[in-house]
């Protein structure tokens, strides 16, 4: 478990490393100092007796409500909070995460835009937590903050050239904000050779192999089968960060 990265409030703890397929990527960017998982919904749901999903993800609403609000009456008390700004900047993000998942773009850009100026507010006090500046810049993502989001990546990179999360997050950027494959894979290859934790290192290769199967697409007419392993081979970019031209 990653050390916390302040106050007494659950940091974001580093999602577990998983496959990268069309879910992974329909998912999108890991939050760095992310306190509860949008992903744990479908388990509540699937859970015997239970809530049905739509009941589940109510809930989890009605959760993440309170837990910002709470937050929210903290920095009211006192502007200086620096803790309860990064708690503000966390729970938005993870309601733009959820409105984002139900399909109500208004609101996911709203919550996504809101963190970012909460993360900007926390990192005036703790300008070297990377973790939070990672989330910053995938919040500023999710708002079609683009330029925004690069120089944060860019900038926890500069500080830390071994944070690993920050190297997965801003590839996917690249790959699907800026539309450049090739600089995606660039960086990802480059986080290789610092020899990352076997499992992270696992994850790398397999975006990478997403890059190199969406570029091996067959074209209309050609009947040669698809070389993207299985599960790759009609990857679904359009949940990830936005569907305007920015992306």
């Given at each position: 478990?990653?050390?916390?990265?302040?106050?007494e409030r659950p940091a974001r703890k580093k999602?577990?490393?998983?496959?990268?397929?069309?879910?992974?990527?329909?998912?999108?960017?890991?939050?760095?100092?992310?306190?509860?998982?949008?992903?744990?919904?479908?388990?509540?749901?699937?859970?015997?007796?239970?809530?049905?999903?739509?009941?589940?993800?109510?809930?989890?609403?009605?959760?993440?409500?309170s837990l910002l609000a709470d937050e929210e009456?903290?920095?009211?008390?006192?502007?200086?909070?620096?803790?309860?700004?990064?708690?503000?900047?966390?729970?938005?993000?993870?309601?733009?995460?959820?409105?984002?998942?139900?399909?109500?773009?208004?609101?996911?850009?709203?919550?996504?835009?809101?963190?970012?100026?909460?993360?900007?507010?926390?990192?005036?006090?703790?300008?070297?937590?990377?973790?939070?500046?990672?989330?910053?810049?995938?919040?500023?993502?999710?708002?079609?903050?683009?330029?925004?989001?690069?120089?944060?990546?860019?900038?926890?990179?500069?500080?830390?050239?071994?944070?690993?999360?920050?190297?997965?997050?801003?590839?996917?950027?690249?790959?699907?904000?800026?539309?450049?494959?090739?600089?995606?894979?660039?960086?990802?290859?480059?986080?290789?050779?610092?020899?990352?934790?076997?499992?992270?290192?696992?994850?790398?290769?397999?975006?990478?192999?997403?890059?190199?199967?969406?570029?091996?697409?067959?074209?209309?007419?050609?009947?040669?089968?698809?070389?993207?392993?299985?599960?790759?081979?009609?990857?679904?970019?359009?949940?990830?960060?936005?569907?305007?031209?920015?992306?």
């Amino acid at each position: 478990m990653p050390p916390r990265t302040g106050g007494e409030r659950p940091a974001r703890k580093k999602n577990p490393v998983v496959v990268v397929t069309a879910i992974l990527i329909a998912l999108g960017l890991l939050g760095s100092t992310l306190a509860l998982a949008l992903t744990s919904v479908p388990k509540i749901a699937q859970q015997a007796p239970g809530p049905s999903t739509e009941e589940a993800m109510e809930n989890q609403r009605q959760q993440l409500e309170s837990l910002l609000a709470d937050e929210e009456a903290k920095v009211k008390a006192n502007p200086n909070d620096a803790d309860a700004w990064l708690g503000v900047g966390n729970w938005r993000m993870d309601l733009g995460s959820f409105y984002r998942s139900k399909g109500d773009a208004e609101k996911s850009n709203a919550y996504f835009s809101q963190a970012y100026v909460a993360y900007q507010k926390y990192l005036g006090f703790k300008p070297d937590n990377n973790d939070a500046r990672v989330d910053a810049a995938t919040s500023a993502f999710y708002s079609n903050q683009l330029d925004a989001a690069e120089k944060e990546y860019k900038t926890v990179l500069q500080k830390d050239p071994n944070h690993w999360n920050a190297y997965r997050n801003y590839g996917l950027f690249l790959f699907q904000a800026r539309q450049n494959p090739t600089a995606a894979k660039d960086l990802w290859q480059k986080a290789l050779a610092k020899n990352p934790p076997e499992d992270i290192a696992g994850e790398y290769h397999q975006l990478i192999q997403l890059v190199d199967a969406m570029s091996k697409q067959p074209q209309p007419g050609d009947n040669t089968p698809s070389n993207a392993p299985e599960g790759l081979q009609k990857p679904d970019l359009s949940g990830l960060g936005g569907q305007n031209q920015q992306k």
